[in-house]
């Protein structure tokens, strides 16, 4: 990492070097120096932000012309190897691509928001939006931000994912209020140890009963 990060700045210094519109270097310099910030800042905070390059786009986008104009410069053995790079990360992007497309369109579930959602399955989605409509003063707890799309008329709550250690800090979890029935909704996976302890960051409520929605998600219910 420290490399890419060597690396990474002496490709910047480069390209503000050798580009011929300074005003373009002067927008890759700001923008890269606030992005350093910005970043440094929050992984020293533990922000939950991983190093994929979707969250570094806008930085590649912005150094692309600089790199191509660069390249340019360079001789043709060289430009060949940079074409070769170029296709072997556009063939990637297109396998990445494509089956994830078909796999949003015709097996994601869908419900009100009309987004696919990864993290949820047809079946149980309709189970929930039922439930959705079926009360006004519900919780609904799941794991995944996105589900709460789906959810019109009631309140959500979105907690972390139990990890393979089965420990968690009660405090970061825990709700003592109760209002309304609750519905938590889990993979299947948390069937055993990881359910108690969901169950027990609820402790307003008493008289838990789990329904399987389909074979990979749970719902644990109170009132």
């Excluded at 350093?36 to 932000?49: D, E, K």
């Excluded at 660069?70 to 060949?80: C, D, E, F, I, N």
């Excluded at 990890?163 to 800090?169: C, H, P, Q, T, Y």
């Excluded at 909704?185 to 140890?193: E, F, R, S």
Aim: proline content about 4%; glycine content about 6%; aromatic content about 16%.
């Amino acid at each position: 990492m420290l490399i890419c990060a060597v690396l990474s700045i002496l490709l910047i210094w480069f390209i503000v070097k050798k580009a011929p519109h300074k005003n373009y270097a002067l927008l890759l310099v700001v923008f890269y120096v606030v992005s350093v910030l910005f970043f440094g800042q929050s992984f020293l905070r533990q922000a939950n932000i991983s190093y994929e390059a979707r969250h570094l786009r806008l930085i590649g986008l912005i150094a692309a012309p600089g790199i191509i104009y660069l390249v340019s410069r360079l001789q043709t053995g060289y430009k060949y190897l940079f074409y070769f790079i170029c296709f072997v990360i556009a063939y990637s992007s297109y396998k990445y691509f494509v089956p994830s497309y078909f796999q949003n369109k015709n097996i994601g579930a869908r419900g009100y928001s009309g987004i696919a959602q990864l993290f949820i399955d047809q079946p149980s989605l309709n189970y929930i939006r039922n439930l959705d409509k079926q009360n006004n003063n519900a919780i609904f707890v799941f794991n995944s931000p996105d589900l709460s799309l789906e959810i019109e008329r009631n309140r959500t709550i979105t907690v972390e994912t139990i990890g393979a250690e089965v420990a968690i800090d009660y405090d970061e979890y825990v709700y003592n209020g109760h209002a309304g029935p609750l519905y938590i909704v889990l993979p299947a996976d948390y069937i055993g140890p990881k359910s108690t302890i969901m169950r027990k960051c609820f402790p307003g409520y008493t008289g838990f009963k789990m329904t399987m929605l389909s074979n990979d998600y749970i719902l644990w219910e109170a009132k």
